[in-house]
């Protein structure tokens, strides 16, 4: 089991930033993959950012050069960076951390809001 705990989420004008933060209930350093989604109202949710255990990361076309995944192992958490923000990256965002051994779990924060207004 992993408990995640999301927080950094909140109300802010299109163009500035804000950062996710994710604290993870254990060792994150041997997990397949960590990232964050997001869902917005009326719409499937959908990865935003994740990073493999191999440091390979990737990026919705969406957010490409405006939000930055990182993790820090000595103290568990996920961050997201997320700068240059539109109304439309507004939604509830979840941090999810990926276990596999035999079989694969996903695990996935409480979800912290984020809202841009224009």
């Known amino acids: 089991q992993v408990q995640l705990v999301e927080s950094g989420g909140g109300l802010v004008q299109a163009g500035e930033s804000l950062r996710l933060s994710c604290v993870a209930s254990?060792?994150?350093?041997?997990?397949?993959?960590v990232g964050w989604y997001r869902q917005a109202p009326g719409k499937q949710r959908e990865l935003v950012a994740a990073i493999a255990r191999d440091g390979t990361s990737n990026y919705a076309d969406s957010v490409k050069g405006r939000f930055i995944i990182s993790r820090d192992y000595p103290t568990n958490t996920i961050y997201l960076q997320m700068n240059s923000l539109r109304p439309e990256d507004t939604a509830v965002y979840y941090c999810n951390v990926r276990v596999q051994s035999t079989l694969t779990y996903d695990y996935w924060g409480q979800g912290t809001q984020v809202t841009v207004s224009s």
């Open positions: 254990r060792n994150i350093f041997s997990v397949r993959a």
